[in-house]
């Protein structure tokens, strides 16, 4: 679970409430009580529901859910994912946001769910990457685990990944490399060194110095992916990134790299359609 979640559920509630749910508050008895239940709109996988738990508990303790699906389920309409159970202005209150976080994240896992589904019968892995809704990355990171993909790398901190603007301000490849590996061991960390190539003549660069974990090949064509992994021959974890599509996907991992980062599984997304009605 994300650790700052509780944080950033008290921001959500002060972006939406602010001083006050003013609808809600002039027409429902504070002692009114009810239940909701979600209902699925559209097929695909559920993602977000640990999530709303911690949504609903945060604003009151008292509401109480009964789950009858999880994270990670195949939905179809009008499926119920849950029902909760409590103060009706509570549930009016929690209702837009817990919906925004489902659906956005739901919305994630079907399509990574649909990427995997193109990729069965190969080894090749989906990433996802740093394109992210700026303070929601943690949660549609584990939106895409949710589907079935892996997470890159989270942030700037936990990995290195050498890009071609580091390595033409650092002076090229080898200096890029050198002194990744040489901070890594003055800070006295261990972190993973990936670096982009754009080229045939930098994957050789690269394979001469050594000391790399993964090269990313940029913008290559299906027929160079193929010609690069033989050039690597499995002695770096490879990586295909930009320009892939959906249609694309395929060929990409027939050319047998490990990974194919895709951006758009974040960045461009469309919410998973669902609602929260009351229980008459």
Not at 81 to 101: C, D, H, K, P, Y
Not at 237 to 264: H, N, W
């Amino acid at each position: 679970m994300i650790d700052n979640l509780d944080a950033l559920i008290k921001l959500w509630f002060a972006e939406d409430i602010g001083d006050g749910d003013h609808t809600t508050l002039s027409c429902i008895p504070a002692d009114a009580m009810g239940k909701s239940q979600l209902i699925i709109k559209e097929n695909g996988v559920l993602a977000g529901v640990e999530i709303a738990k911690r949504i609903f508990h945060a604003f009151d303790p008292e509401l109480k859910m009964t789950q009858f699906l999880h994270d990670g389920d195949r939905i179809k309409i009008g499926d119920i994912a849950f029902i909760v159970e409590g103060r009706v202005q509570s549930l009016l209150q929690t209702e837009r946001l817990m919906l925004n976080v489902m659906q956005r994240m739901s919305g994630i896992a079907t399509r990574t769910a649909e990427y995997i589904k193109q990729l069965e019968g190969t080894h090749t892995r989906v990433l996802d990457t740093r394109k992210t809704t700026p303070g929601l990355r943690l949660l549609e990171k584990e939106a895409v685990k949710i589907g079935g993909g892996c997470n890159h790398r989270i942030g700037l901190y936990d990995m290195i990944l050498l890009k071609d603007n580091h390595i033409d301000f650092a002076g090229g490849i080898e200096k890029a490399i050198t002194r990744a590996k040489e901070y890594c061991k003055s800070k006295g960390k261990n972190l993973k060194i990936e670096i982009e190539v754009r080229n045939f003549d930098e994957i050789c660069q690269v394979m001469a110095v050594g000391g790399v974990n993964r090269i990313m090949l940029d913008n290559f064509t299906p027929v160079d992916t193929k010609k690069a992994v033989e050039m690597i021959d499995g002695k770096y974890e490879t990586e295909s990134s930009g320009g892939i599509t959906f249609d694309t996907l395929r060929q990409y991992a027939e050319c047998g790299v490990d990974f194919i980062s895709v951006g758009a599984l974040t960045h461009s997304v469309k919410s998973l359609d669902m609602s929260f009605k009351a229980v008459k």
